[in-house]
């Protein structure tokens, strides 16, 4: 194959598979990320359920509504109704204090309830 006809396979390629792949982040893309970071993934029409898991590191709940786009909470847990977070009409997710995330994420999956909802 001379060196032109490969360059036009590898660009065909890559489009065909760009172009077959789903787009969009799975429900474990955004665990580890905080809230700040994947704010604008989360579609704004979907019902969105975010549980406080502070106490499975020893705090106390302190999480409210006004800090969803607040570094200071990382996602531990998730679960979407979609195969992708930016296509789901109900998202639930689980935070910490993100001082508390040391990559961890054994133990978090029982603080979202995910009741007919895909992690």
Request: charge should be negative; include cysteine; proline fraction near 5%.
């Amino acid at each position: 194959m001379s060196r032109p006809s490969a360059a036009c396979w590898i660009a065909i390629t890559l489009a065909t598979m760009t172009a077959c792949s789903t787009p969009g982040h799975s429900p474990n893309d955004v665990v580890g990320k905080t809230l700040s970071a994947v704010n604008e993934t989360f579609p704004d029409d979907a019902l969105f359920l975010v549980q406080d898991a502070s106490a499975a590191v020893g705090r106390q709940a302190t999480y409210n509504s006004s800090q969803l786009e607040s570094d200071l909470w990382t996602i531990v847990a998730a679960c979407s109704s979609a195969p992708t977070v930016e296509a789901s009409e109900t998202i639930e997710i689980a935070v910490i204090p993100t001082d508390e995330w040391h990559g961890e994420q054994e133990g978090f999956y029982q603080t979202v309830a995910c009741e007919g909802l895909k992690r």
